[in-house]
């Protein structure tokens, strides 16, 4: 009975472990300016990028917008991973500039 007890006692405490691991992942959503697209081939071409890139869940690219909205794991990649991807299909990310660096500047 006691040996019972510890077995279960211990599959719990396996089981919380791995949901606490997987609760760390965050998904994280950026939008990201992308400079170059004229057609609808453009923004197919970055989208499959995209999507082959480990850590990306979803994409939507537009080439009306000019920009790619990304759905990714911030564990298995980070926002400027994902710059790098769209600057290899040879279109351009673009870096926005933060407010205060906006404010820093005009000075």
């Known amino acids: 009975m006691r040996k019972n ?3 279960a006692l211990l599959g719990l405490v396996l089981m919380l472990s791995l949901v606490a691991i997987s609760a760390s992942a965050a ?9 170059g697209m004229r057609c609808g081939n453009c923004s197919s071409s970055v989208a499959k990028a995209l999507k082959a890139t480990d850590g990306v869940e979803k994409v939507e690219v537009s080439h009306e917008k000019g920009e790619a909205v990304i759905q990714y794991d911030d564990q298995k990649v980070t926002e400027a991973k994902l710059r790098e991807v769209i600057n290899g299909t040879g279109f351009k990310a673009v870096e926005e500039k933060s407010a205060s660096s906006a404010k820093m500047g005009s000075h």
């Open 5 to 7: 007890r510890v077995t």
């Open 27 to 35: 998904t994280k959503t950026v939008t990201i300016r992308v400079e």
